[in-house]
């Protein structure tokens, strides 16, 4: 998401879902995590607030600079302490072994190369270490083939995001045990949207 006018379009329009259930999977995303946490492509920090108490902290690494600053507006009000820097999921500033968890939303349809990013993630984790994961993802059967066809203009419509890969085919391929991962639908009433099949989980390198 390079493109400053497609963040700014982001920026503006993501919080409206977060009333109609996204800050409850938020929520479901970030429950139970302890320690240092790296959160990849934090956007504007829509997660933020959600972290629970017992995180020590987070390093927040977003690499367009207008959501960045965004995330840094949003850091200021968290209840845990957030330091949000530039860098890339391919490239993240933290030593070898230094989180506790891991966290991406919706992130992983965007990087260039889902198994780079996923073998960076696993880097960075310590031993036993959790990868949590809210991505939307491709869908089976019909509506599948239905993402795969509209892929191409969608990718150049919305920031390099695409809608048809398959998250958690790439996260288990990358070598991570998961460990929990629930299918769903995101908006639940939605019909139509090629980015409303979505998966929530967690996995270990
Ligand atoms: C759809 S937004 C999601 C933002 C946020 N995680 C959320 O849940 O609202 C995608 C985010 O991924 C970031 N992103 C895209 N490519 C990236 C990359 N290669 N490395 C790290 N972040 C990336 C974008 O800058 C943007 O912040």
Redo the contacts with the bound molecule.
Sequence with gaps: ?GNELFARY?ALV?PRAEERGQADLRRELLDGLTGRVVE????SG??FRHYPATVDGVIA????PY?RAKAVEAAASASVPIQVVDG???HVPVPDGDADALVV???LC???DPATALAEFRRVLRPGGVLRFYEHVRADGGFGRRQDLVDGLWTRLNGG?HANRDTLAAIEDAGYDVQNARRLVFPPTARVSVVAPRVIGSATP
């Excluded at 990849?40 to 956007?43: A, E, R, S, T």
């Excluded at 690494?61 to 367009?64: A, K, M, R, S």
Aim: proline residues 12%.
């Design positions: 998401m982001f993501a990849i492509g934090p956007g829509l997660n690494v977003e690499p367009q959501l890339t999921a391919e939303s919706g992130v965007s990087v260039p995001c």
